[in-house]
């Protein structure tokens, strides 16, 4: 793997959404306004303190997949990426790069969407503010590489909405959102233990509760980090050379 095509790769993907003033509009602002949505419908009520840890893991990770799996797709719809991939830049440096773009673009979102939740909606931290940021940050990475992988497979921007009932929904029903995890079927409970989305909206509960130690939030982050790895990985064996 050569870094600098890497980061080449990278920077011309900044480029380009740097140029488009309505994805850079959805990716920073749409989660806070969201997040701010949920806060007034509960106004008075203590359901956003239940539920505002997990909106922050659900809305950047939902966006950022979104986002990201269009974005590339596009550049194999418009045959870009087979002239990339005639010249020496491999499937894994392509990947790379554009995971590096979008991470930056999700660090932003992320100070974004949780300064909007906790110092204008109001949401209450128990723990390290800092932590939280962290986890917001690796969540939306992770929705960013879960994009990279579904672009690999669709082949038209249809297709890619049609991945999140597949990809998104389940992480979102069985994620901790609707019934808190122990709560639910042992096999229902099983099965969330494997989806990523889980143990990012755990981590987040967990800072905004104070309910586990850092020791505990560090395993639920590299469990989170080993997902985001696994998904640049397949999503460079799988990434197709030329554009069906």
Do not use: K
């Amino acid at each position: 793997m050569n870094a600098r095509r890497t980061f080449a790769t990278a920077g011309r993907a900044l480029q380009q959404i740097r140029h488009d003033p309505r994805t850079v509009g959805l990716l920073l602002v749409v989660p806070s306004l969201l997040i701010g949505l949920i806060a007034w419908l509960f106004v008075d009520t203590p359901v956003f303190e239940q539920i505002g840890p997990a909106m922050l893991a659900l809305f950047p990770f939902t966006i950022m997949f979104l986002i990201t799996s269009i974005a590339t797709l596009r550049e194999r719809r418009t045959g870009t990426l087979e002239r990339l991939l005639t010249m020496p830049i491999r499937q894994l440096e392509f990947i790379l790069g554009y995971a590096i773009a979008f991470s930056l673009l999700a660090l932003l979102q992320a100070a974004v969407t949780v300064s909007f939740a906790v110092w204008v909606c109001g949401l209450t931290i128990e723990g390290s503010l800092w932590l939280l940021f962290a986890i917001a940050v690796v969540d939306a990475i992770l929705g960013t590489t879960l994009g990279l992988l579904a672009s690999a497979f669709a082949r038209t921007e249809f297709q890619v909405v049609q991945f999140m009932p597949a990809l998104i929904f389940p992480q979102i029903l069985l994620g901790g959102i609707f019934l808190p995890r122990d709560q639910l079927p042992d096999f229902l409970h099983f099965i969330s233990d494997w989806l990523p989305l889980s143990h990012a909206i755990d981590a987040l509960n967990a800072v905004a509760t104070g309910s586990h130690d850092a020791a505990w939030i560090g395993v639920e982050l590299l469990i989170i980090a080993a997902f985001i790895v696994g998904f640049i990985v397949l999503g460079a064996i799988t990434l197709r050379r030329r554009t069906p």
